[in-house]
């Protein structure tokens, strides 16, 4: 048997003859060139495999820096019956309990910082952001919310047929008013078939005309607005813009280079996901419904409308557990609207609720 | 001299025998799909295990003298130094975040603030760097014998501060010299065993093929602006001579990968390790190439990756209007991730598979030793070795192997 044998102490290679002595628990060295100096033997029970190659196998001493024997695969299996820890890993310079520790450290800060310190970092700022600076977000927020609608298919325009846009500003007065707010947001129709509507930083609310076609009433309509104006009044909107920015930045460090400079991509994934924790939702539930009882609303129909919703998103097939959806559960709350809710008037006027209808009639050009 | 022909266990190759090969261990496309895959099921965790198996691919195709280089890192050693990285780096992130918060009530006390941030990262950055280089030399085995890295983070963190701020007071065109002076400082400091490298470049070698690209970009733009000169400020007229620009942009960028080549190469030529000094005969043309038709392939597959994300939205918005104030659905959500992975994930394997492995192999295969003898009689290294992986270094993606 032949191996190229390296000791670790020079870059010279020493070719030589392999004798195994089982009985020392040796394998001894006999240079193939005549007058050669002697490696020192390798004890059996410490010999461990480097790797496997293709002629055979590189194999090393345990505690022995450097050095390196390579086989043939015939040495290999022949060393593979005398040395009984050859694949026994080498020791590692780290500790279990020294990993664990890292571990611990690295991933509860990781998680603290995610769950604790970020969303009370997110709601400090959304409150002590300077008017100018949430408004500048607001329009930007915007846009991207317009770049994603024209992602999904059709590009969504904003619907400024006049008669609508009186009527609704005037029921967005109404509701500001009553609700307490300084000022009153900016609604916005945007003409897409999608059943939304959205609070953005900068007191701006956007309405998709799916809604609005939807809503059976324009009562209906005062509700979802009631409700986006108590994420406004909250400072919901930039809070989670603060808070998801902040996630994507962290999880994009943690999860590192697995996408290739993607964090930057996930931050930006997260600022379109503009979603609220479960108490936001519930309190601009309360604020809706307090709001509408204040105008003389009738709160009913944004019950109905909720429970419409919740068949549809039943029926459908993609029922989300009310745990994991941001949203509380829409039986829920079509029972808060039936237990906390007011009679009263309908929103809006006839003519009014018809000019409405037909806000999307028409549509701003293309370029805001 | 005990060359590789003569033992039937060296690795072998053609006559005449050349002392620097890159011979292919085989493997590494079923490699990078086994990366990629488990990377993606354990949400990250496995890329410094992926990482350490593709370095020992990396090092162990790069036959010296009938021997191949060898990776003695391990994954354990580049996690622990992430984590180490984890937890310092969080009260930063978390200071980094408060400093927002001051801007916005305070703009001048928060962009003081932020300056010195960036510094500071700047600076983590140079440190790191040295760092990696370190770790990844300490790791570096030939016949048993350990290469490493000398020096302190500090003293090059020091040199590199004082040649950016030079390079930035000449616009840049200092620049041959702060690299080299910063290659300088590492390969003075290189050793394989007992074997010291010294490096005897110099800046103004490399000028020449310096300010090709950098006179196409100055150049353009100074052409640029003189064309428009009269015109600024006047709303609604298009500005002149965009194909100025077009043209200086494509040819700087095509300059500086042209340069950064010529620097390789002359780096090799001016390296020796004791009486052996390395040469070079890499060739330009055909790394431009190979890097050219990589970026278009690679536009191509990130172009079909988006189309596949709209068309996701556009099913996903249509058929499950969410409930008021959901935003996107999560499942689109989710979809949009998992391909925008996918594609960037298929560029990073092609990327490897083409370029990478191409350079590497052209570097190799173009280089040459003087005094191979030499080779046989490097002792063993006494610098120490240092514990832990490179941590920061692996967050920011700093060293491409």
Known sequence: ?368 | MSFAAKSPLAVSWSDPPLPVRFMDRGGLFGLLVKNAFLTFITLGIYRFWARAALRRYWWGSIVIAGDALEYTGTGLELFIGFLMFLAIMLPFGVVYGLTGLLQASNPLAGALLRLVEVLIFFVLIQFVTFRARRYRLSRTMWRGVRASQGGTGGAYLWLVIKWTLLSMITLGLAAPWARLAATRYLMDRTALGDLEARFDGRGRDLLAAWATPYLLFIGSIVGFLVMNIGRLGTPGVLPQGLWLLFIGYIGGGLGILAYFIIELRYTIRHTRFGEIALGSSLAIGGIIGRVVGFCFVAGIVLGIISAIIAGVFASMGLLHPAAPGAGLPLASFISTFVSLIIGLTLVNILRILWIDRAIVRQVCDTLSLSNIDRLDRIGQSTAPVPKAGEGMADAFDIGAF
Request: hydrophobic share 45%; with cysteine; aromatic share 4%.
């Open chain 1, 1 to 368: 048997m032949r191996g190229r044998l390296n000791d670790g102490r020079t870059s010279a290679v020493h070719e030589v003859h392999l004798i195994v002595d089982p009985e020392a628990g040796y394998v001894r060295f006999e240079p193939a060139v005549e007058a050669a100096a002697v490696p020192e033997p390798w004890p059996l029970a410490r010999i461990r495999l480097v790797e496997r190659t293709g002629q055979g196998a590189r194999l090393t001493v345990e505690g022995w820096e450097g050095a390196r024997l390579q086989v043939d695969a015939e040495a290999r299996d022949f060393l593979t019956l005398h040395c009984p820890d050859l694949h026994r890993r080498p020791k590692a310079n780290w500790s279990g309990l020294r990993v664990a520790m890292w571990v611990v450290l690295a991933f509860g800060g990781l998680v603290g910082t995610l769950f604790v310190l970020l969303p009370r970092v997110a709601h400090q700022a959304a409150i002590v952001l300077p008017g100018s600076l949430d408004r500048q977000l607001g329009a930007s927020s915007e846009k991207a919310m317009l770049t994603m609608l024209q992602l999904s298919g059709r590009a969504a325009r904003r619907c400024v047929q006049p008669a609508g846009m009186a009527a609704l500003d005037r029921l967005a007065t109404r509701l500001a008013a009553a609700g307490g707010l300084a000022e009153t947001p900016r609604v916005t129709v945007l003409n897409s078939p999608v059943v939304n509507a959205f609070a953005l930083p900068g007191e701006r609310i956007l309405l998709l005309s799916g809604i609005i076609d939807r809503a059976e009433g324009s009562s209906t309509i005062a509700g979802i607005l009631g409700h986006e104006m108590g994420h406004v009044a909250h400072h919901d909107p930039t809070e989670a813009l603060v808070r998801n920015a902040g996630m994507g930045l962290l999880i994009g460090v943690a999860m590192g280079d697995l996408f290739g400079g993607s964090s930057a991509g996930i931050a930006t994934l997260m600022l379109t996901r503009n979603a609220y924790s479960r108490e936001a939702e519930q309190a601009a539930d309360g604020f809706a419904l307090s709001t509408l009882a204040a105008a003389g609303i009738d709160s009913q129909p944004l019950g109905r409308f909720y429970s419409r919703i919740g068949r549809e998103q039943a029926a459908s097939g993609v029922l989300i557990p009310s745990l994991l959806s941001t949203h509380p559960d829409p039986g829920d709350r079509e029972a808060r609207v039936a237990r906390e809710g007011r009679g009263g008037a309908t929103a809006m006027s006839n003519e009014d609720w018809a000019a409405l209808l037909r806000i999307c009639d028409q549509l701003a050009p293309d370029k805001p």
